[in-house]
């Protein structure tokens, strides 16, 4: 089970760079983490233009709903086959061809909004392409993340940064879309999207990678063996079953607050799109904080119990914040939720990474895609339902206590995870080169996961 980034005799090679962006110290990723920062500011372009676009041809809030669980589901509907290409096929290959197909994509949209004849059906089945897109694109990402940092010691590092990259785009995309819609249109943010991501094909055409990344390739395997062979794996190892399960649970009931902001800001706040600004900036907000933490730590150890703990106070976070009625504490309790899902999500994420065997990432990080992003448009659609019947408030007390309780399930549990992280945590070289640096084994211990 060792990997790249661990030395043969297990112990981990020492980082380049100190800090908070120590990961940058590797080309490989630094290259990435430039081209990937410049792009995703146009993908939230042209998310708020696209939202922007239904509403104005149809008027209707169920439309813009429809046409996000258009684009979310491929993820969740191919998962499994995506990531057994994704094992079976050069991951770095496979992202050049994702990002080859998002800009035709893009460049699609700016044509058909410049010619003035877009439609709803246009949008709807460029987003189920760009869904299917995504849904190869997102697991070869992941799982190529490790193959980008040739010290595993900085991996962790590596995907927090990711997150971080990602919540800066979050914050600064949509305020920018929202400047060019104003003054050009959104025909100018598919453009400049598709555009953008020429400067991640660019990045990962400068990569120089080991052989193995670019020679992956197993076409005489066969396919519904490797699907069972994926789905195995992930059910027969404890700790990758119960962190998918509660990510998965998470996701479903607790993501789709943010599908319930606009009946806060209107009927709780009595306020507009500047008060929904508001809250979704909190969100965000706490999100980068939380990505900058776990950037700044140095060891896989104690994510297994973060993971749990974040899942909480996510959960007491919808909690509060549906039953507030003011608005500094209700942004406040934002901020946390943020904080907590970006904290279980980038937790989540590393200890698979770092656990999961070489030629079964893919497979892994594929049902990591399915419990993260595959359960948000039925999560939206939940949600959706359940405000309806009980009203917003109501809906989101209860997605907070689900999550309570899920957490509790989980923490009943981890005494098995760490048993099970054990063995491959020494295999790794990581448990013992943190008990050397601590003064009893037992303490090593009672940290592992």
Sequence with gaps: MIDAGTMPNGSNKTPRGQGIFRALGQQNYRLYFTGQGLSLIGTWMTRIATS?????????????????????????????????????????????????????????????????????????????????????????????????????????????LNSTMVNVARLLGPSIGGAIIAVAGEAWCFT???????????????????????????????????????????????????????????????????????IFARQIFHGGAHTLGMLLAATGVGALMAALTMAARRSILGLGRRIGLAAALFGAGLLVFALSRNLPLSLLMLMMTGFAMMQHMASCNTILQTISDPDKRGRVMSYY?????????????????????????????????????????????????????????????????????????????????
């Design 52 to 160: 922007w676009l239904i509403y104005r041809l149809t008027g209707s809030a169920w439309m813009l709903g429809v046409i996000g669980f258009l684009g979310q589901i491929p993820t969740f509907l191919l998962g499994p086959f995506a990531g057994v290409w994704v094992d079976r096929w050069s991951r770095h290959r496979t992202l050049v061809w994702t990002q080859v197909l998002s800009m035709v994509q893009s460049f699609a949209l700016g044509a058909l909004a410049f010619s003035g004849h877009i439609a709803v059906w246009h949008v709807a089945a460029l987003s189920v392409l760009q869904g299917i897109i995504n849904a190869f694109d997102t697991p070869a990402r992941q799982a190529f993340l490790i193959e980008l940092v040739e010290d595993r010691a900085v991996l962790g590092n590596a995907i927090a």
């Design 192 to 262: 400049i999207d598709g555009i953008s991501y020429g400067a991640v094909i660019a990045s990962l055409l400068m990569m120089h990678l080991a052989g193995q990344a670019h020679t992956r390739k197993r076409e005489e395997e066969n396919l519904w063996r490797e699907l069972r062979e994926g789905f195995s794996y992930v059910a027969r190892s404890v700790p990758i079953r119960a962190i998918l399960m509660l990510l998965a649970v998470v996701s479903l009931v607790g993501m789709p607050y943010s599908v319930l902001l606009p």
């Design 369 to 449: 895609t399915m419990a993260f992003m595959g359960m948000t448009p039925f999560g939206s659609l939940f949600g959706g339902a359940m405000a309806a019947r009980l009203g917003a408030p109501r809906a989101l007390a209860v997605s907070g206590v689900v999550c309570l309780v899920c957490s509790g399930v989980y923490f009943l549990y981890l005494p098995s995870i760490r048993r099970a992280l054990r063995p491959i945590y020494v295999e790794l070289g990581i448990l013992p080169q943190m008990a050397a640096a601590m003064p009893t084994a037992g303490l090593a211990d009672t940290r592992q996961d």
